[in-house]
């Protein structure tokens, strides 16, 4: 297998729909797939699902094709879903509530173990069968529960004070919806964004300028 | 200005984010800023910002950097959001209630005209000032008000039926929070896709592989 570190960003990033992909055909009873099947079905080349995939060690076989469970189970050893991290949510309003719902995947990788909110309002309200607890109460809990990441569903305004708290409990790993750039204050942390507004101008600009290519 | 469509998609990724971050400068009062400055403040490279911009014009001015204000317009007209878009929701539980929260950029782009959910138990309730209105209504709706785009919290299960039903009704943009491959189906369509849970994988890929950086 090659190194992983200089496997490209843009290879990394079709794993996700590989592995969801392969999970819909294993639902479907199907074993076994040839690259070219597979990438009729996912809209693909099948030498680029060929050159995705041997970067990875190359799992198919001359005449036979993938193994799907097998394939989705490498997939998950190299998108580290064969261990479980432990989570908190900072921000339990309706996209925090709405995040905190999509936190598993197929009920691995990740489990949510606490939930904080400035909001007094919250109090007492459970999510998930999770108590929401002031922000106050962070640091007692990251220090009793060492959680592995944080999900950050709170203002921007809010999240560098957030951030640096989470840090000093020994929080490196962070799924941002902030627009708080925490990588630029943080460089050593792991960090996900989820922009919903870089997405949102994102469709913006394919719509302006498709209707511009119409005469 | 070079054509749009040769430009590289990395470089129209980056427009949102150079977009909201000269709203910051501009909500700071600074209005001139060079390319060495803002990529300070951005972790970039001055020449990558330069390279970037030009793109689109060049922008800069020798001597004088860049113009925040005028710069940021150019970027909203690039962007599309010089003009604006209705949007209806479909699915109100907690992502579409949260991602009805984020429709707007600086109140303009987008603007929510109607939500619509399957579930009889939501019926009367309102989000954001609109009722929510059962699916069955849809056909109805789009005809008399032609919406622009459709943002998609619906499961993936659901979603294919929706989607053919709106492309039915006259919608060729959809901001997709489905796992749906809409393209897959509708080639000739616009999306912009958010993946939660392929997101959430890609912060495994990097927890782990962090974490076998370290002996």
């Known amino acids: 297998m090659k190194d992983t570190n200089v496997i490209s960003r843009s290879v990394i990033g079709r794993l996700p729909r590989y592995y969801r992909f392969l999970g819909e ?45 097998a394939l989705r189970e490498q997939l998950a050893g190299i998108l580290g879903l064969d261990q479980t991290y432990t989570a908190v949510l900072i921000g339990a309003g309706n996209l ?3 995040v905190a719902g999509h936190m598993s995947i197929d009920d691995r990788g990740f489990r949510l173990i606490g939930i904080f909110d ?25 220090a009793a529960s060492a959680p592995d990441m944080a999900v950050l569903c709170v203002p921007e305004d809010a999240a560098p004070a957030v951030v640096e708290q989470l840090i000093g409990c020994g929080v490196r790993n962070f799924w941002n919806f902030s627009h708080y750039d925490i990588k630029r ?5 792991n960090v996900e964004n989820v922009h919903l507004n870089d997405s949102l101008m994102m469709l913006s600009y394919k719509i302006k300028n498709r209707q511009d290519d119409t005469p």
């Open 25 to 69: 055909l294993q639902q479907k009873g199907i074993s076994r797939i040839s690259s070219g099947e597979l990438a009729g079905k996912m809209g693909l080349t099948a030498s680029q699902i060929r050159q995705d995939l041997n970067c990875f060690g190359g799992f198919g076989q001359q005449g036979y094709g993938y193994n799907v469970p």
């Open 96 to 98: 925090g509530r709405a």
């Open 118 to 142: 400035v909001d007094p309002l919250y109090k007492g309200i459970k999510i998930r069968g999770l108590p929401i607890q002031p922000d106050s109460m962070l640091p007692e809990f990251c």
């Open 185 to 189: 204050d943080h460089p050593e942390v």
